[in-house]
């Protein structure tokens, strides 16, 4: 058997869309499954349509998702130049070709004849008027310099049919499709008729792409044949989707590879995801290494149904992730989010990082959970108030000032040891540890929520600073009694 070659063939229009992603991110893991190769390909045909950059961002895109192609604009393997408007002169070799085998045809027609044969709501169907020009007629219009298209010539009567490896046979009736256009008037050629000569050029003999082209492949089965070309294999994929009716869109700035990068995803959990996002691989097994998903890549998992996108679901995968990460590579991904916080620079981050690890999902998350740090004011004591471990404002003020007594003596200050203190303080004075601890983490922090206990925080901030904060927060108390 022939060795696999599949292609992720974006457009330069922006950022890197979720589904485009993941299209792509499956073309290489069949080709990797297969000991294939994966090719990438700029198709940059629409220039109306181009973004300066946005090829630095597909090269950019890939690299951080972790897909490494074979060949691309940057890899010759010999099928180059791999950037379509590159390619154009060969486009129109071919065109011509598929006239003299009766594939296509030239067509004259103006912009307003094209006008007449649409109906009120602005659709209409080609009728083929062209191509009924004997060749001598069009040898003479061409001649005279007359603009032109070619279009593609399908037949009126009969079906095309192909099996797709995920939706199975697919049949299309000839009288459905149109004669599109393959060669605009300016020479560079349509999406429809450049995919095909490129893939057949380029030996790609699996296609993977979306499901808004099952039924359009007909069309590009017709060249194939027509050409003489041996067709690829297809497999078409269903849509991501933002809820029950909306898909994901890039128009409408729907889930961008870059923006979760900023909001602060791993983009190994993000390719996790969206890996499991139409695909169900065999077993329980979600947090899959990309070794993994090569290994465990088949077409039998494939869902015929659309899948919705679920944020809530991958900040949970991320968090998974970030669990795994060590100290080090947390500071690494952490310190943008730290130096955009309210405690930049005043605090060590090391210590810092061993707090959030196991209680972040994502690292965004990072500013709301230690501003606290630097936003201790005066607030409301009804928060020492917990009926659950009989904490009252008096148990509150006691356990409080049983921990200023004591804390101001200690000369080492760590957790381990402040832990050992606290506990100590709770049975001596027969009260339960948590009517010691949580007044103290309340007191000194001011927050109902914190990512860490009281002895954690009071050794990230220091003992000077836990002293004052528990003297501001004692008088407090005794204030509201």
């Given amino acids: 058997m022939e060795k696999i070659r599949t292609r992720f063939a974006p457009s330069p229009t922006g950022f890197m869309h979720i589904g485009?992603?993941?299209t792509c991110l499956y073309a290489y893991l069949w080709a990797r499954k297969n000991n294939g190769t994966f090719v990438l390909r700029i198709e940059d045909t629409d220039q109306?349509?181009?973004?300066?950059?946005?090829?630095?961002?597909?090269?950019?895109?890939?690299?951080k998702a972790g897909i490494d192609h074979d060949e691309g604009p940057d890899k010759d393997g010999g099928y180059g130049p791999y950037i379509q408007s590159e390619r154009k002169s060969l486009y129109l070799k071919y065109a011509q070709e598929?006239?003299?085998k009766g594939g296509a045809y030239y067509c004259f027609c103006s912009k307003e004849r094209l006008e007449t044969l649409k109906d009120e709501n602005g659709i209409g169907k080609y009728d083929k008027h062209c191509?009924?020009?004997?060749?001598?007629?069009?040898?003479?219009?061409?001649?005279?310099?007359?603009?032109?298209?070619?279009?593609?010539n399908i037949p009126e009567e009969g079906v095309s049919e192909y099996d797709d490896m995920v939706f199975g046979h697919i049949c299309v009736p000839n009288k459905d499709m149109e004669d599109e256009i393959l060669i605009k008037s300016d020479g560079m050629p349509t999406y429809n008729f450049a995919n095909v000569v490129d893939d057949h050029l380029m030996h790609i003999n699996c296609v993977i792409r979306g499901v808004e082209y099952l039924s359009s492949t007909?069309?590009?089965?017709l060249m194939y044949d027509a050409f003489g070309w041996e067709r690829p294999q297809y497999m078409h994929l269903s849509p991501i989707m933002k809820d029950a009716q909306h898909k994901l869109s890039k128009r409408y700035g729907d889930a961008n590879f870059e923006d979760f990068l900023e909001k602060g995803y791993l983009p190994e959990a993000i390719v996790n995801y969206i890996a499991l996002l139409g695909w169900s691989p065999k077993g329980n097994e979600e947090i899959l290494s990309m070794d993994q998903l090569i290994d465990m890549f088949d077409i039998e998992g494939i869902s015929k149904s659309s899948s919705i996108f679920d944020e809530a679901k991958m900040r949970w995968m991320n968090g998974e992730y970030i669990k795994k990460l060590s100290v080090e590579d947390f500071i690494k991904y952490a310190k943008p989010y730290f130096d955009a916080s309210k405690i930049a620079g005043k605090y060590d981050y090391t210590k810092l990082a061993q707090l959030l690890i196991p209680r972040?999902?994502?690292f965004s998350d990072i500013p709301e959970k230690?501003?606290?740090?630097?936003?201790?004011?005066?607030y409301d004591v009804s928060m020492f108030e917990h009926k659950k471990m009989k904490i009252t404002l008096d148990i509150a003020l006691k356990a409080l000032t049983l921990c200023q007594d004591t804390l101001a003596k200690v000369d080492v200050w760590t957790n381990d040891n402040l832990k050992e203190i606290l506990s100590s303080i709770a049975q001596a004075n027969e009260m339960k540890t948590g009517q010691v601890f949580l007044p103290l983490r309340l007191a000194i922090t001011a927050a109902a929520s914190t990512p860490g206990g009281a002895t954690e925080i009071a050794e990230l901030i220091g003992k000077e600073e836990t002293l004052r904060r528990l003297d501001?927060?004692?008088?407090?108390?005794?204030?509201a009694l």
């Avoid at 191509?131 to 593609?152: C, D, H």
């Avoid at 230690?370 to 005066?378: A, G, I, P, Q, T």
Wanted: aromatic share 10%; no cysteine.
């Fill in 370 to 378: 230690v501003n606290f740090l630097e936003e201790f004011k005066e």
């Fill in 360 to 362: 972040i999902e994502i």
């Fill in 20 to 22: 485009n992603l993941r």
């Fill in 48 to 63: 109306e349509r181009y973004v300066e950059g946005a090829v630095d961002v597909i090269y950019a895109t890939l690299k």
């Fill in 472 to 479: 501001f927060s004692i008088n407090l108390l005794k204030k």
């Fill in 131 to 152: 191509l009924s020009l004997t060749k001598e007629e069009v040898n003479a219009k061409l001649q005279a310099g007359e603009p032109y298209v070619i279009r593609q």
């Fill in 218 to 221: 007909p069309k590009y089965n």
């Fill in 98 to 100: 598929l006239v003299e």
